[in-house]
């Protein structure tokens, strides 16, 4: 027994003594504090090492060598040195996206010329695909549409024989890269691994071969929200007759491929049957869909839950996100063995999904019950993955509640009364309810003490050790606290029932998690739910096997706790632990919202893993252990059953002492570790940097040139230039390579720049933006240090904070995430453009609306005068003489009926304002609040004509609510145009090499804005 005496057991207790308790009996300590604190540091210092290890664990790297029906990590790295290695600027309007879209090409007729080899029963096709169209979307609740223009996308098809005719199994990912990263993970990693996963398959015989057709999607335009994935979706003839999809994915370079997000409960199923290391746990999803991490891939654009009809899986590396959308994403930083474990995975994954599809001839998979079921699911450390749908969690999550519900009742049969068990659980289940939020609040206090103290967020980014010493003491702290005289309490309240007196405890957290899971699964949050449910039972077998009428806590009885608390301990402390990890990561692309966000988040996660990897549970026992650590009475045997109080009392002196001690040490670790880490101004390093955007912002205003025929020309004659250079590269050319060197791009451009009339003004600005909590002021301590510091900024330029408009337009929507800078800056003395983009108005034509119970069509026919109202269209046309990133602004004064664009208009805001308005008498003017709306269209192209034609449709006749009946509103609109252009500049290059080796820009472009009002 976990005791030091030979005490006897209890008989069972008389009825007749106060509070349930018999009388005249001898008391014996419940337990040695000291042995049962030896024995949970053993437990922990075997099981903590165990998770970490397996968390980090990858497979052996099989080689080159390897058979040819296996996936090799070596093999598929080959795709990966050539396209993050050999091209590692893949973005829309970069040429080396371009030959990206070449590469997979070669590589998809390199899997057609296999197939063809097998003599027929595997057919391959390679498509090359343009697409264009628009979706509304929003981001953080920011409505926006999304346009684009012959984006390119490369389809593999890849039908077994029999398989004709059958729904296939679509798995995608993106070959383009965000803007200055090499996108080595993402995503080209995934591309190898489908290019590699293809080859393995086809090298199989043909009774292993999928049993549905394989679209393998690899989506050159990921990186502009998406655009690719919902231009495939919605016009490419391969997206019809599918029926499920595998969206692979990265968010860092480290592996640990999780399944984070989900349609359809038998997707999730498939797939923990057949892949064989299964990652990932429902709470991911809850967390994604809150929206706390910002982000999206193309899983929304294929999900029947979201823009798509179909069920499928998104999964991702989610490990070491320190490198995501950075320079640091490059070929030497993926992690060994990631692309192994992903590969062996997607294999077996496909195979059992396609297994399912084909079983599936009635088509239920894909019926609207099927759809909306979802799916619980948590792997053990990859050594399996647990799922069941949604309507069996309503049950196994809100079963622990009704469990503690009938516990009074079920302990009347031990000989206690139902009232006095549930007055104990709930008196309990409020010390549990101090100690659940204490552990979260209190590091989290402690994380915005620290800011304000210091002025520094983040002071352990780059070094995540110090968070954990930080928070982690005063966690544990908060969390044990009130437990810390448990084993006085049970002295004195129960002490012939001390174990009882204990279960009791554990149940009353029990009934606190159970309440919170019941709660949260009605409210929809199923992965949060099963965690809390997960506590809820654990509490009550733990409970259990506390109270079972004996005097001492044995060594079986301990044994069995542990045992039971295993499992869940694995699952919580690796969900909760995993995602501290991961967002501590993160924090530098969360966002400049507060200075002091960072810390407290992380100072409540470190709380949450606290709570998981004690599986909350377990807090009664370590209070009861740790607060009779060096009390003078834990071996002293047994004392008079009359008077147990006199007993604790006599050595509660040094008992008091050693808690005080006890938290007083734990509480001073972390502000000493908190004082430490303050000392720290600059928190980041070259391995760990701190993320910036740049942009160098030109303003034409409302520039336009005299006609169309020039910028086309000019447009025409860069593209060549641009071309030519490509085939005959500057560096290697000489007179004996050609007969006449072309010009250079920047000759072309210096020649075409000095002939456009008129010469547009341009005001130049250099704006920057942060994305996370740390302030301007570590960069540059005030405005003149940062006109100084930054190459091209104007010396004595004014520098402006806070909230801009057109500065960040091209960033819309996440230009709300950032925390802003701007400053008079000089022009680019070689812009990446001879003639800026600009938009004209065409012309202009009106139209009859009919308007019918509150809503508006267009309609010839003869109607009554109260019914109709007349519009006007717009017909614009938008200039970029090459391929950009941009921005569309349209304000209007009345609200937009309809536009060219394939999706409807959606107003990215409502905005009243104060207008001069003529009185009623015409005399004199007044101030009237009159509404504008405001519509954002995100753009990309790689159209071959530098023009884009579009109309807006404005109603000529609107009244606003605000306006007297009278008073129609004149149907003017704003038109704002910015395009930005990726190649660097050398005053980009300049600001770059400007700021600290501890900063990298996450974004940095040239960008040209104007406006015009028709």
């Known amino acids: 027994m976990v005791n030091s005496s030979n005490a006897e057991c209890l008989t069972p207790p008389a009825k007749k003594g106060p509070h349930d308790e018999p009388a005249n009996k001898s008391v014996v300590p419940w337990a040695n504090p000291r042995l049962l604190v030896f024995i949970l540091i053993i437990y922990y210092a075997a099981m903590l090492p165990m998770m970490v290890q397996r968390l980090h664990w990858t497979p052996p790297v099989l080689p080159a060598s390897s058979p040819s029906e296996s996936f090799s990590e070596e093999r598929a790295m080959r795709h990966v040195e050539e396209l993050a290695g050999r091209l590692p600027d893949r973005q829309i309007s970069m040429p080396q996206l371009r030959q990206a879209h070449d590469y997979i090409v070669r590589q998809g007729e390199l899997l057609a010329e296999m197939a063809a080899a097998r003599g027929g029963d595997v057919e391959v096709k390679v498509f090359r695909e343009n697409v264009s169209g628009a979706i509304a979307m929003d981001f953080g609740g920011v409505p926006f549409t999304n346009a684009y223009r012959e984006l390119t996308?490369?389809?593999?098809?890849?039908?077994?024989?029999?398989?004709?005719?059958?729904?296939?199994?679509?798995?995608?990912?993106?070959?383009?890269?965000?803007?200055?990263?090499?996108?080595?993970?993402?995503?080209?990693?995934?591309?190898?691994?489908?290019?590699?996963?293809?080859?393995?398959?086809?090298?199989?015989?043909?009774?292993?071969?999928?049993?549905?057709?394989?679209?393998?999607?690899?989506d050159g335009a990921e990186e502009s929200i998406c655009q690719g994935g919902h231009g495939f979706f919605n016009s490419s003839p391969h997206a019809r007759g599918l029926g499920a999809f595998i969206n692979l994915e990265a968010m860092g370079a480290g592996g640990l491929p999780i399944l984070f997000q989900h349609t359809g409960a038998w997707t999730v199923a498939a797939w923990a049957k057949g892949a064989k290391t299964a990652h990932g746990a429902r709470i991911a999803q809850d967390i994604f869909d809150t929206g706390i991490i910002p982000g999206d891939t193309d899983y929304r654009m294929f999900s029947a839950r979201h823009f798509g009809s179909l069920p499928g899986l998104d999964i991702a590396f989610i490990r070491d996100s320190k490198a995501y959308h950075s320079h640091l994403d490059s070929v030497t930083r993926l992690r060994k063995g990631a692309m192994q474990d992903m590969g062996e995975a997607l294999l077996g994954g496909l195979m059992s999904m396609a297994e399912a599809l084909a079983a599936d001839v009635e088509g239920r998979l894909l019926a609207p019950k099927a759809l909306r079921e979802r799916a619980v699911y948590f792997d053990l450390l990859g050594c399996g993955m647990i799922t069941y749908p949604d309507h069996i969690a309503a049950l196994l999550h809100t079963a622990p509640l009704a469990m503690f519900m009938m516990l009074p009742l079920a302990s009347v049969a031990g000989g206690h009364t139902a009232a006095g068990v549930m007055t104990r659980m709930l008196v309990a289940g409020g010390r549990a309810i101090v100690a659940l939020t204490s552990a979260l609040m209190a590091p989290a206090l402690l994380g915005i003490l620290l800011v304000w103290s210091s002025g520094v967020a983040m002071s352990w980014y780059a070094q995540h050790w110090l968070a954990y010493a930080t928070f982690l003491p005063i966690s544990v702290a908060a969390a044990v606290r009130p437990w810390i005289r448990l084993r006085e309490e049970s002295l004195e309240q129960r002490p012939h029932q001390q174990g009882h007196y204990v279960a009791?405890?554990?149940?009353?957290?029990?009934?606190?998690?159970?309440?919170?899971?019941?709660?949260?699964?009605?409210?929809?949050?199923?992965?949060?739910s099963q965690v809390l449910a997960m506590g809820g039972f654990l509490s009550y077998a733990v409970g259990s096997l506390l109270d079972n009428g004996a005097a001492t806590f044995s060594l079986g009885a301990l044994a069995g706790v542990l045992a039971v608390a295993t499992v869940p301990l694995v699952v919580m402390g690796a969900i909760l632990g995993t995602f501290l990890d991961v967002m501590m990561e993160r924090m530098s692309l969360t966002g400049h919202h507060s200075i002091f966000l960072a810390d407290a988040i992380i100072g409540v996660l470190t709380g949450c893993a606290v709570l998981g990897y004690s599986c909350c549970c377990l807090l009664p026992l370590l209070g009861y252990a740790l607060g009779a650590l060096w009390d003078g009475s834990s071996s002293t045997g047994r004392s008079n059953g009359r008077s147990p109080g006199r007993s604790s009392r006599s050595s509660g002196g040094g008992s008091r002492l050693w808690r005080q001690l006890l938290l007083t040490a734990l509480v001073a670790t972390s502000l000493a570790m908190a004082i430490w880490s303050s000392t720290t101004t600059v928190p980041y390093n070259l391995d760990n940097p701190r993320r910036i955007t740049i942009t160098h912002l030109h303003e034409t205003g409302s520039w336009v040139p005299e006609d169309d025929a020039f910028p086309a020309s000019s447009a025409a004659a860069m593209s060549a230039a641009l071309a030519?250079?490509?085939?005959?590269?500057?560096?290697?050319?000489?007179?004996?390579?050609?007969?006449?060197?072309?010009?250079?791009?920047?000759?072309?451009?210096?020649?075409?720049?000095?002939?456009?009339?008129?010469?547009?003004?341009?005001?130049?600005?250099?704006?920057?933006?942060?994305?996370?909590?740390?302030?301007?002021?570590?960069?540059f301590p005030d405005a003149a240090a940062a006109a100084a510091a930054l190459p091209i900024a104007r010396h004595r330029s004014a520098v402006r904070y806070g909230d801009f408009s057109h500065e960040y337009a091209s960033l819309h929507p996440l230009e709300r995430l950032l925390g802003k800078m701007v400053l008079e800056a000089e022009p680019a003395a070689q812009p990446p453009i001879a003639v800026p983009p600009y938009v004209r108005k065409l012309y202009e034509e009106t139209r009859e609306m009919e308007v019918a119970d509150g809503m508006a069509s267009s309609c010839s026919n003869d109607a009554e005068a109260s019914h109709r109202r007349t519009t006007r269209v717009v017909h614009l046309r938008i200039f970029s003489e090459a391929h950009c990133w941009g921005m569309l602004n349209f304000t209007t004064a009345a609200p937009?009926?309809?536009?060219?664009?394939?999706?409807?208009?959606?107003?990215?805001?409502?905005?009243?304002?104060?207008?001069?308005?003529?009185?009623?008498?015409?005399?004199?003017?007044?101030?009237?609040?009159?509404?504008?709306?405001?519509?954002?269209?995100?753009?990309?192209?790689?159209?071959?004509?530098?023009?884009?034609?579009?109309?807006?449709?404005?109603?000529?006749?609107?009244?606003?609510?605000?306006?007297?009946?009278?008073?129609?509103?004149?149907?003017?609109?704003?038109?704002?145009?910015?395009?930005?252009?990726?190649?660097?500049t050398a005053e980009l290059r300049a600001v770059r090499n400007a700021l600290p080796d501890w900063v990298t820009p996450t974004w940095i472009g040239t960008t040209f804005h104007s406006s015009h009002k028709f």
Request: glycine fraction near 6%; proline fraction near 8%; aromatic fraction near 8%.
């Open 153 to 218: 996308n490369i389809v593999v098809t890849l039908t077994p024989r029999g398989t004709e005719g059958r729904r296939g199994l679509l798995v995608a990912a993106h070959h383009d890269s965000a803007v200055t990263s090499p996108g080595a993970s993402d995503d080209v990693s995934m591309v190898a691994v489908m290019l590699e996963a293809a080859r393995a398959l086809l090298s199989r015989p043909s009774n292993f071969l999928p049993a549905v057709p394989l679209v393998l999607l690899f």
């Open 504 to 528: 009791c405890q554990v149940y009353g957290i029990g009934l606190v998690l159970s309440a919170l899971a019941a709660g949260l699964c009605f409210a929809g949050f199923q992965g949060f």
């Open 724 to 779: 030519a250079a490509a085939v005959h590269p500057a560096a290697g050319t000489t007179s004996a390579e050609v007969q006449e060197r072309p010009p250079s791009p920047e000759e072309e451009r210096r020649v075409l720049s000095s002939q456009l009339q008129p010469n547009p003004e341009i005001v130049a600005k250099l704006v920057m933006g942060i994305v996370d909590s740390n302030p301007w002021s570590q960069l």
């Open 896 to 984: 937009l009926h309809a536009w060219s664009l394939p999706s409807a208009p959606v107003a990215a805001s409502y905005d009243v304002k104060g207008r001069t308005t003529p009185n009623t008498s015409g005399n004199s003017r007044s101030r009237r609040r009159m509404p504008y709306f405001t519509y954002m269209v995100r753009f990309s192209h790689e159209a071959a004509s530098p023009f884009w034609d579009i109309w807006i449709e404005l109603d000529a006749g609107y009244v606003a609510d605000t306006a007297a009946d009278d008073d129609k509103i004149d149907p003017w609109v704003i038109v704002e145009l910015s395009a930005t252009y990726l190649p660097l």
